[in-house]
């Protein structure tokens, strides 16, 4: 057990006292960051305040209740809204560049519901949006402001399952969110984990050190040291983004309060590990057995990919899982151990799934990390002693160590 | 009790069998030759000894048992196939690995420190091992196999890479562990190597045992009747007693095969007697290579 530490220390030091691996863990944050900075650059660069005008042939915008469409950030100034009389002066203002469109309103808009748009460029889209929003709380201002508030903001759905307890809320941003996330970090760290393992386990074999260790401690000992030593790294890069993440998140949450209303489902959140952690051993056993069975970094890489295009594949079939939750395909999908982690939680998200579906993913799951596991640490007995020679997948199931 | 036992070991990779049937024993302060060809099987055989890979048939017994997780710690090994971590520090490598057979992690700094010093590789200890030499690194790995004190030394090609000076200090230093009663099996193909080491061998080729022993017995048993002879005089073909009679060198010296009927007793005599000046005589032990090939020849295998 001793031993096993020490090689768990030593593995772990090895890589996170490297520079690459500072720069790996700072990647992530700093694209982010890159990102967010770029999308603000944008729309503050695309933003117009100029005003905008109309002409009211209706009657209803006489004395509008606000004159003002608020900019998407908020240190923008905000785009006034300007009434006009006659179509002349309008005009005027538009060739001199004082508004950037002007709307007419004909007297049978309430009939039709057109509006003419005169514009020297077509308008933004947000701008339309803009001027529909302000139409429509003018036109609803008789009503009670409750009542009003209402019709602007829609309603709210929480679905109730007659068979489980469980409530989904359609609305819950974060529930919507936080699948895809939670999927889109584990499929980070089992690259980042797999990637270290199976360049650990290839450097043993390109240092030819396998000797050595193997008259140290056991296989067994070795095999498991290493996985856990790299698991652990990128658990680690994994923890601190997750920490960077919840700080974002708290900022947001206080810069955008009305999203505190959604709340995480805790049996959600068990789901999740129940499925990641037994994938996430499967998948880094795999690329550790793969690297045990090639003979250089470089082509172990190539191989690793194979291993990202069944993990990624249910984000293409998103729609599908979004929208018929309970398909033959979705429950395929969340079925099969490769897509499974991915697919499950979303699923999970949009509608309830039968106990028995959970307890044949997970149970899936869990055989094939064992039968993995099983299979790495054949392939690094056997695969580890051969240098510069390959070992086939053949061979892994017949040959004795 | 013998410390390896190696019992009928058979092994086969595919349809190549690399051991048939391989029998020896190690006895414990000993110096043992594990001799061979190129790819007659000898790391194969160290390596089921160290229990890195099992055999098909037969048994092996390391310290009167299987191999166990305990006994690990009381082997040192130097793999044909050199190893350490490259992107390390030659010294943190080296602490590493020695804490690994169970030294404390001061104790492994103050004795590899030592180490180093001796094998004069103290300045390069806070360097990258990938920046050694070759010989450095193998000097290196030395340490790691004799660090912990074993008790049991496995070395396989031990002077590979190393200069005649180095070679010495191997030498030297296996002789010390030698000294210290520790057993040494030492796993080669250059067998004029071993002549000077060790005790005992075994000889394989193909897989299979050739010849096992005491060295003293093995020459002796393949003595031929002959001698070895260095004068200034000429020797006649005609000589009684001379078979055939070969110059080896340009010193006057000669290999002179004798008649069956006559003793060295009585040929050095003869010679004594007729007037010739002798400056050395011996008798002509064969070299393990003159050894080897002739067993190999007689029992018609190939000499790969």
């Given at each position: 057990?001793?031993k096993?530490?020490l090689?768990?220390?030593h ?193 043993e074999k390109e240092n030819r050190t396998m000797e050595i260790m193997i008259t140290s401690l ?167 002693l051969?240098y ?14 | 009790?013998?410390t390896i ?21 190690v006895?414990p302060g000993e110096i043992f030759g594990l001799l061979g060809?190129n790819?007659?099987?000898k790391t194969?055989c160290i390596r089921?000894i160290l229990d890195i ?9 390391i ?8 006994n690990k710690d009381l082997i040192g090994y130097l793999p044909e196939e050199r190893g350490l971590y490259q992107d390390i520090k030659l010294e943190d490598c080296l602490v590493y690995l020695a804490t690994l057979k169970g030294l404390s992690k001061a104790e492994s700094l103050e004795r590899i420190n030592k180490y180093l010093v001796r094998f004069n590789l103290d300045e390069h200890k806070k360097k990258k091992v990938k920046e050694l030499s070759k010989g450095m690194q193998q000097k290196a790995q030395l340490i790691t196999t004799l660090v912990h004190n074993p008790k049991l030394v496995i070395i396989d090609e031990p002077f590979s890479a190393l200069d005649p000076v180095n070679t010495q200090m191997v030498k030297d230093i296996l002789r010390e562990q030698r000294d210290l009663g520790k057993t040494i099996v030492m796993c080669t193909h250059q067998m004029h190597q071993v002549e000077e080491l060790c005790d005992?061998l ?103």
């Open positions: 057990m001793n096993t530490w090689v768990i220390k593995e772990y030091l090895l890589h996170v006292k490297k520079k690459r691996f500072i720069f790996a863990i700072l990647s992530l944050p700093l694209f982010i960051l890159l990102m967010v900075g770029v999308g603000f650059i944008s729309v503050i660069f695309q933003y117009n305040s100029t005003p905008i005008g109309y002409i009211d042939h209706t009657g209803y915008l006489h004395d509008p209740i606000e004159n003002s469409i608020k900019a998407p950030i908020g240190f923008l100034p905000s785009m006034e809204i300007i009434t006009f009389t006659s179509g002349e002066s309008a005009q005027n203002s538009l060739n001199n560049n004082e508004i950037q469109a002007y709307y007419i309103m004909p007297v049978d808009f309430l009939q039709t519901g057109k509006i003419k748009v005169f514009a020297n460029e077509i308008p933004d889209s947000e701008i339309n949006t803009g001027f529909t929003r302000f139409l429509r709380s003018n036109l609803l201002r008789s009503l009670p402001d409750k009542i009003s508030n209402r019709v602007t903001e829609g309603a709210s759905f929480e679905i109730k399952s007659t068979t489980d307890n469980r409530n989904t809320s359609e609305d819950s941003i974060l529930g919507f969110v936080l699948p895809f996330l939670a999927g889109f970090l584990f499929i980070m760290a089992v690259n980042i984990s797999g990637g270290y393992l199976m360049q650990a386990v290839v450097e056991s296989p067994t000992q070795l095999m498991t040291a290493k996985v856990i030593g790299n698991l652990s790294v990128g658990l680690t890069q994994l923890i601190v983004w997750i920490l960077v993440g919840m700080i974002g998140f708290v900022s947001i949450l206080r810069i955008y309060p009305t999203l505190q209303t959604s709340q995480i489902d805790f049996s959600f959140l068990i789901l999740m590990i129940l499925v990641f952690l037994p994938a996430f051993v499967m998948i880094a056993a795999m690329m550790a057995a793969l690297g045990a069975t090639t003979t250089e970094s470089r082509e172990a890489q190539q191989f690793a990919g194979l291993f990202t295009i069944p993990m990624v594949l249910p984000f293409w079939f998103i729609q599908v899982l979004m929208e018929k939750p309970n398909s033959i395909l979705s429950i395929f999908l969340s079925i099969f151990p490769f897509t499974a982690p991915i697919s499950l939680p979303v699923r999970a998200a949009f509608s309830t799934i039968p106990t028995w579906q959970i307890i044949i993913t997970i149970a899936l799951l869990i055989s094939f990390a064992i039968a993995a596991l099983w299979l790495a640490g054949k392939a690094f007995r056997l695969g580890m051969r510069g020679k390959k070992l086939t997948i053949k061979e892994i199931f017949t040959q004795r160590p | 009790m013998n036992e190696v019992t009928n070991i058979s092994k086969s990779f595919g349809s190549q069998k690399a051991l048939d049937q391989v029998s020896f024993e006895k060809p790819g007659a099987g194969t089921i890979f099992k055999p098909d048939s037969g048994s092996v017994k310290f009167g048992n299987g191999m166990k997780e305990e005992r075994v000889l394989i080729n193909q897989g299979q045992t050739v010849l096992y022993g005491s060295l003293s017995e093995v020459q002796k048993k393949y003595a031929g009747h002959s001698i070895h002879i260095r004068t200034g005089d000429h020797i006649s073909e005609t000589f009684p007693g001379i078979k055939a009679i070969q110059k080896l060198e340009n010193h006057n010296l000669y290999k002179i095969d004798l008649l069956e009927n006559i003793s060295t007793q009585e040929f050095i005599k003869s010679m004594v007697m007729s007037n010739i000046n002798i400056d050395q005589f011996e008798i002509a032990t064969p070299t393990l290579d003159e050894i080897f090939i002739q067993v190999v020849t007689e029992s018609g295998m190939n000499y790969e």
